[in-house]
């Protein structure tokens, strides 16, 4: 009876001894899975902070590109402003017109159609976006997706005054301000002297208009871009500081 005691008493002491040595394995387990995830969650916080400061470097030299372009354009359309304000005149005449295409239009336009968005399709492409929040994710795509419809649009008017200023060279000389190489001046006056006038009139009237309808198209794309690319850097902004 004594015996059979004293043994239940050992399977007893056994019985809790191996529980014991369970349970600290499975706190063990538990211990290391968590220092896994932290380790694993810490790692991705360095990887999405190194993008979002990626980010924001791009997106800030889009906004200032978008400034510069606007302000480029402004001085345009105020040129054209007091062309249109001679050529309306009473005393203007064709050499007027003549004067402005040769010595004083500039068909040079700002034909950029890339954005800084190296880090935004990295990102999509290797699928880390996954790193930000849904409510980010979706402010990255939706400026992706808008930056890829812009440019097709902008290689539209592109090839609409590449045109227009095409035809223009064919009928006389290269406007002054476009000139990358000189010839004598008197050859250069026999064409714009000898000029189709009534084809002259129309061909650079539509290649102003032509100009002014792609300043015009930049302004709206880059302003629909501009208020895009500020809400997502005012986004990452706040949620980096958290």
Do not use: C
């Not at 809790?16 to 932290?38: D, F, R, S, T």
């Not at 399709?121 to 990255?140: N, W």
């Amino acid at each position: 009876m004594r015996k059979n005691t004293l043994s239940e008493s050992g399977t007893v002491k056994y019985l809790k001894y191996a529980i014991g040595e369970i349970i600290l394995v499975v706190i063990g387990i538990l211990i290391a899975l968590q220092v896994n995830n932290w380790n694993e969650g810490r790692k991705a916080l360095i990887k999405r902070n190194e993008f979002t400061r990626s980010l924001l470097r791009e997106l800030k030299q889009d906004t200032t590109d978008f400034k510069a372009r606007h302000q480029a354009i402004t001085e345009d359309f105020e040129q054209f402003d007091a062309y249109e304000l001679r050529l309306s005149s009473n005393s203007a005449t064709i050499d007027t017109m003549k004067h402005i295409a040769r010595f004083e239009f500039n068909p040079a336009i700002d034909g950029k159609n890339m954005y800084s968005n190296n880090t935004l399709k990295a990102l999509q492409e290797s699928g880390d976006i996954q790193l930000y929040p849904r409510h980010v994710q979706e402010l990255m795509l939706s400026l992706l997706s808008q930056q890829d419809y812009f440019q097709g649009i902008t290689v539209l008017f592109l090839k609409e005054f590449q045109s227009a200023f095409q035809k223009m060279n064919d009928l006389a000389t290269r406007p002054e301000k476009n000139r990358y190489f000189s010839i004598n001046e008197k050859f250069k006056s026999e064409t714009w002297d000898h000029l189709n006038e009534v084809e002259f009139i129309t061909v650079f009237d539509n290649l102003i208009n032509s100009k002014i309808t792609y300043n015009k198209y930049r302004i709206q794309s880059d302003k629909l871009l501009s208020e895009k690319t500020e809400e997502l850097i005012k986004t990452l902004q706040s949620f980096n500081q958290k």
